[in-house]
């Protein structure tokens, strides 16, 4: 009877640790792990990913995952603000890897950041070393997307036109967007910063009143023209060299000089202002 009870005591305890043992090696198995990143992936806990996957990565003996595993690797840095980072892990990527369809994935993900990174000439280089028709559906939309977009913000509108029509891509939801954001960029064009300048040079305040803004400029007009009205009158009625003609000739320079650099200052604000929006509403439109 008690060595039934030791043979059965034996039994249990073989049998709890094999099945323990088996759970912990579904735990560290890299399948499992990579399920398991991929998930936190989707629900956006980035860090949690990254340690995944690093993991992953350092007991894979596939090459195929392991170059699946460092473009996840390099995407969760992306999300966790390490751009320099990620484009690292990426451009080394390009250089180790000879995959044609993995190289495409790698281009298509910097296109993205550099666009992201307002990196638009960096952009437009990497979606130059593509081939549209290679990519999958997705990534051939999402690559002539971010081209027409590039093409937008320097202005090339007809290119940027052209690309979307080419392609078919006119019903596309984004594309709508798109094509509305070029009609409403032809309505408000940049501003010569050197006929600005001029303006507000031959006439205070008109320069200013070219960019839209009526305040300034009438604000600018009125006191350059009264302090300048009252140094001239000053020196009429009165010594030269007195110091209220001083006073108001020296404000009147200052009023006029300041007049001509605040509208070379306007003028780039403006123009960047009008950069910056665009810039945002086309990252808002790609929903990058």
Known sequence: MNNYRIYLTIFCLTFIFGVEN?????????????????????????????????RALFISKNSEIKNNLTIQIAYCYWKLDSINQAIDIYQNSLNEISDKKIKNTINVQLAIIYLKENQIDSSLRTIKKLTINDLNEEDKNMVLLIEAGIYLLK??????????QLHNLEENTKTKKLLNLIKNKKQKTKKNVYLSTLLSTLIPGSGKMYLNNYGDGIYSFIYTGLTTYMALNSIN????????????????????????????????????????????????????
């Open 155 to 164: 202005n090339n509108f007809q290119h940027a036109i052209s690309l979307l």
């Open 22 to 54: 088996n759970n912990r090696s579904d735990y560290f198995s890299e399948k499992n792990i990579i399920s398991y990143a991929d998930h936190l992936l989707d629900t956006k806990e980035y860090r949690s990913a990254l340690r995944e996957y690093q």
């Open 237 to 288: 009625n009165e010594n030269k060299f007195s110091v209220k003609s001083f006073i108001y000739g020296g404000l009147s320079l200052t009023l006029y000089a300041g007049n001509i650099y605040g509208t070379y200052i306007a003028t780039k604000h403006y123009n960047k202002s009008l950069y910056i929006d665009l810039y945002n509403n086309i990252i808002d439109t790609l929903e990058i």
